[in-house]
């Protein structure tokens, strides 16, 4: 067994990283560790996309959930320990991450599968694991949209932008523009629109078969962002549907609704 070890750079996830390395050790299992950490930990690193791993631990928050799917494309099981903000993304506390690893070890474990959408525009911009905002490249400037589903138009709207979200995503940006919680084990995805000035106000749930296209009527400079960091210039629309890769997550014992209770609460 080989593990690859991926941190948020604060010294709380770097101190239990120095740990974990301690831990493996002990074990005589194999590692990697992320280079840009184990540059702070005076080991030698690897960059994520090069480490060729079982599992990965990832020590931060959602974000650097994401950029370790980005990464590897979400095709090595990752076990989230939740060093962020909301952690919806992560399965472990600081506290508990011994006990999780062990069971790691052990093979005491789920793999979860979950799904990722594939943004289209004149070509493949990329694949999210949260979502794709549609949103101008320029501050309060709102834009003119026709959103369409399997090519029948449900309406247009005036508003800051528009998301589209993967269940997993309705936790992020989604609810935070009015969107619902979707649980991760529903097939489908989220039409969210943001800041509504006209049309369209309420967020929508499509089967996850669909492909839902958002057409640019008019509007300063477009911009589609995908999973909230890779920015894209967009001239007239954006087109998302499932992709075929999913994104495996080591599932232990956390519960969806027990994390929007302790988000919300």
């Not at 070890?5 to 299992?29: H, P, Q, R, T, Y």
């Not at 999210?128 to 490249?137: G, I, Q, R, T, Y």
Request: hydrophobic share 40%; proline share 3%.
């Amino acid at each position: 067994m080989k593990i690859g070890i991926v941190a948020k750079n604060d010294e709380k996830a770097i101190n239990i990283s120095k740990k974990l390395i301690k831990f493996l050790n002990n074990k005589k299992i194999g590692y990697y560790i992320e280079k840009k950490i184990a540059e702070r930990l005076g080991e030698k690193g690897k960059e994520i996309k090069e480490m060729e791993v079982d599992y990965i631990i990832a020590l931060g928050g959602d974000g650097t959930i994401l950029r370790t799917v980005h990464y590897t494309g979400g095709k090595i099981p990752i076990l989230g320990i939740n060093f962020g903000t909301r952690g919806f993304l992560t399965e472990v506390e600081p506290t508990d991450w011994k006990s999780a690893i062990e069971r790691v070890i052990d093979g005491k474990f789920k793999i979860e599968m979950r799904d990722k959408l594939e943004v289209v525009s004149k070509e493949k911009l990329g694949e999210v694991l949260n979502e794709v905002a549609l949103v101008s490249s320029l501050p309060v400037q709102m834009l003119h949209l026709e959103i369409l589903i399997d090519g029948f138009s449900i309406g247009k709207l005036k508003a800051d932008g528009i998301i589209v979200s993967t269940p997993t995503g309705s936790t992020a940006y989604c609810v935070s523009a009015g969107g619902p919680y979707v649980h991760p084990d529903v097939n489908a995805f989220i039409v969210t629109p943001i800041c509504v000035f006209d049309g369209i106000r309420r967020a929508i749930v499509v089967p996850n078969k669909s492909e839902v296209e958002i057409k640019v009527i008019c509007g300063e400079s477009p911009v589609a962002v995908l999973d909230g960091k890779h920015i894209f210039e967009v001239k007239d629309n954006i087109k998302v549907r499932l992709s075929k890769n999913k994104a495996k997550f080591i599932k232990l014992d956390r519960n969806f609704y027990e994390k929007i209770r302790k988000v919300d609460s």
